[in-house]
């Protein structure tokens, strides 16, 4: 069954203890740092992380949007996350492979993320020691974006390294995942949604969780 994680960057920041606990029957939770470098807009940090961890239990799906990863990785497992995706772009190949090997160190899952503009190749030489492979179906930096229709094929084409090389491995989808688009992302392989407004905008949001949850 596909694994739905609801993002924060969604929720309502003066109350996110309670808006975290409304998302509670979900698989994961989506956590979006910005550092206004790497994208424009800024959002948390480690102390947000850390608080994060204190009200939940939940799986904590934390996702760096920021130049030079590898600075931080160390700093992010402390605080409470689960897994760590890291994008490709956000420094040379070398330092990712220092980002993924301290995420191993530090017994978090591992993974990369591709913006819109990079080829699904670019994770071939990371895959086999990757526990997720995250692809953007919106340009990083802001929520509420429409669905990018052209990254299906991406989608897709990340799916097929991933059955080559290491079936095991999850593909996470982010942006503009909302009923209409889930079914035709997870039909393209993905296996974790990521999804803020449809989710938080939602009368019932464990309603929105469970319908995505059953998208196929």
Known sequence: MVKVAPSILSADFCNLER???????????HVDVMDGMFVPNITIGVPVVRSIRKCTGMFLDVHLMIDKPARYIDDFCEAGADLISVHLEADHPTRIAD?????EANGVKKAVALRPITSAKA???YIERLDMVLVMTVEPGFGGQKFMESQLDAI????????????????????????GTSE???EAGAT?????????GA??????IEALRQSQ
């Open 203 to 208: 009368a019932d949001p464990a309603a929105a």
């Open 192 to 200: 974790v949604l990521v999804a803020g407004t449809a989710v938080y």
């Open 123 to 125: 994770v071939l030489p």
């Open 99 to 103: 980002a993924l090997r301290a995420m």
């Open 156 to 179: 897709r084409e990340v799916r097929a390294i991933i059955n080559k090389y290491h079936p095991g491995c999850e593909l996470e989808v982010d942006g503009g995942v909302v009923p």
């Open 184 to 186: 035709r992302v997870v």
């Open 19 to 29: 808006d975290i606990r409304r998302v509670s029957s979900a698989d994961w939770l």
